[in-house]
């Protein structure tokens, strides 16, 4: 029987290789805080790496949301196989496929000897796509992703499929695959800067400081913030009782959560919230192969939110550690390129094999 482990040590040497397992930052990129900053600032960067367009379908939901899946594939549609390995991928909360980590994912897998079909699930009301039921997405909802996951199942019934998910993402599909334990059609999964603990994440992301109170906070708050005022045609549910001026006055994504997720979840409170939304209450379920990669200097996913006694126990789960990564940002070389690119193609490549 060939294990996680064994998988790691042949097909992944980025990951295992003593000469080839390393990280080293761009020079100028030195910290956690200035590698976020960075990645923050250039998310729609579009160079060679990163030059993808993709080709949108729409799905709806069981309660009339909708998502958008945005396709990819350096193949032409004629040539493409009738069972390609498909990955399928999500951003962090107000991301979506337009991010530039998202786009340098795609083009690699796709150009990759494997030849990855991409499709990235837009989170509700992310991407431009059309806002269709008053219920948002947050942190632990797992629901959109298994109907897209059902979906793409049902179109290519002979793929392989592979999840990877960014931040909030990432928790959204380490989630999910332990909530599906043994049925999880997933080939294997990957995880970037998962916030496996909320409560650890929220009171990062949350602290004032030059980070938050200027890059993080207004970036995320935007996104919310449009997406808000493009739903405010659709009316609300009065058993959420949701003081919309609160709402509409909110600053912070704790205030969001708050009024909105807490109470449309049927939440107790902010902690309950986190609490049933964190994925590492599931890690222990986990029956595919999966790979986290986190950053030890990450001040939006800190290294206390792991669960590392989990990654001890569960040997279908494995965990990569980078010293000054940030979040999301792992960027190393001049001009920076962003590092985990190569062994996320290693291991999923060695996987669907």
């Known amino acids: 029987m060939v294990t996680l482990h064994d998988v790691l040590q042949r097909e992944c040497p980025s990951l295992v290789d003593p000469d080839l397992a390393y990280m080293i930052p761009t020079p100028y990129l030195g910290t956690g805080l200035l590698q976020t900053i960075y990645a923050t600032l250039r998310v ?99 629901d959109d992703f298994r109907a897209a996951v059902k979906y793409v199942r049902n179109e290519y019934p002979q793929s392989k499929i592979v999840g990877i998910g960014f931040s909030m993402g990432a928790n959204i599909l380490t989630k999910y695959i332990g909530e599906e334990g043994p049925r999880c059609t997933l080939a294997c999964a990957v995880a970037i800067c998962c916030p496996f603990d909320l409560q650890v994440s929220s009171a990062a992301i949350n602290e004032s400081n030059l980070l938050n109170d200027y890059v993080i906070q207004p970036s995320v708050m935007s996104t919310l913030m449009r997406a808000i005022k493009r739903a405010s045609h659709l009316q609300v549910d009065p058993l959420w009782n949701l003081d919309l001026q609160r709402v509409k006055g909110a600053t912070r994504l704790c205030e969001l959560e708050e009024e909105l997720m807490v109470k449309i979840g049927g939440h107790r409170d902010l902690n309950d919230y986190y609490e049933k939304s964190s994925s590492f209450n599931y890690v222990d379920n986990i029956e595919v192969p999966f790979l986290a990669i986190n950053s030890l200097d990450d001040r939006i996913t800190p290294p206390q939110g792991i669960p590392m006694d989990k990654f001890l126990t569960n040997p279908n789960i494995a965990l990569a550690l980078v010293p000054h990564g940030g979040h999301l940002g792992f960027l190393t070389g001049v001009p920076p390129r962003i590092w985990f690119v190569k062994p996320i193609e290693e291991f999923v490549s060695a996987i669907i094999r």
């Not at 991301?95 to 786009?103: N, P, T």
């Open 44 to 142: 729609r960067l579009r160079n060679v790496a990163s030059d993808v367009s993709y080709k949108r379908e729409l799905l709806v939901m069981q309660d009339g949301g909708t998502i958008s899946l945005d396709w990819y594939s350096a193949a032409k549609e004629q040539n493409c196989a009738e069972c390609p390995p498909i990955a399928m991928m999500m951003a962090g909360v107000g991301g979506s496929s337009r991010e530039h980590h998202l786009r340098v994912m795609a083009k690699a897998l796709a150009h990759s000897q494997a030849a990855f079909k991409i499709v990235v699930v837009n989170h509700r009301g992310t991407a431009r796509t059309p806002i269709t039921s008053p219920r948002p997405y947050d942190s632990g909802f797992t």
